[in-house]
């Protein structure tokens, strides 16, 4: 339950998902650290969001996943809207908007 870990476990996440192809074990990596960051920092801190969109990129490479990607999509892109309103140009929503918008490109 401490942010370090977590920042641990998402760094992990990355690794698995870019170097070794681990998908399944790169989002139960995600799916932690976004626990924990949640839990520290609230759904709408930057890293929570970060985390929500690498889960939600790494559940688009998944087969049977694209609900899951789907959800973590839109509370990312939600969470980013409502943390970074006044700042339109922000990285982080941007990053929200680009997944969101990746997950209705494979939806059809």
Same mark, same amino acid.
Not at 50 to 67: F, H, N, Q, S, W
């Given at each position: 339950?401490?942010?370090?870990?977590? !920042?641990?476990?998402?760094?992990?996440?990355?690794?698995?998902?870019?170097?070794?192809?681990?998908? !399944?074990?790169?989002?139960?990596?995600? &799916?932690?650290?976004?626990? !924990?960051?949640?839990? #520290?920092?609230?759904?709408?801190? $930057? =890293?929570?969001?970060?985390?929500?969109?690498?889960? #939600? &990129?790494?559940?688009?490479?998944?087969?049977?996943?694209?609900?899951?990607? &789907?959800?973590?999509?839109?509370?990312?892109?939600?969470?980013?809207?409502?943390?970074? =309103?006044?700042?339109?140009?922000?990285? !982080?929503?941007? =990053?929200?908007?680009?997944?969101?918008?990746?997950?209705? $490109?494979?939806?059809?």
């Amino acid at each position: 339950d401490n942010p370090l870990t977590a !920042v641990a476990l998402r760094k992990r996440g990355n690794a698995r998902r870019h170097l070794g192809g681990n998908l !399944v074990a790169s989002k139960n990596d995600y &799916e932690a650290a976004t626990r !924990v960051f949640i839990k #520290a920092y609230g759904g709408e801190s $930057s =890293e929570a969001i970060k985390a929500m969109i690498e889960m #939600a &990129e790494t559940l688009l490479g998944i087969p049977g996943e694209l609900d899951a990607a &789907e959800g973590y999509s839109r509370r990312a892109h939600a969470a980013a809207c409502k943390r970074f =309103e006044d700042a339109d140009d922000h990285v !982080v929503l941007q =990053e929200a908007r680009a997944t969101l918008g990746r997950v209705h $490109s494979a939806r059809g």
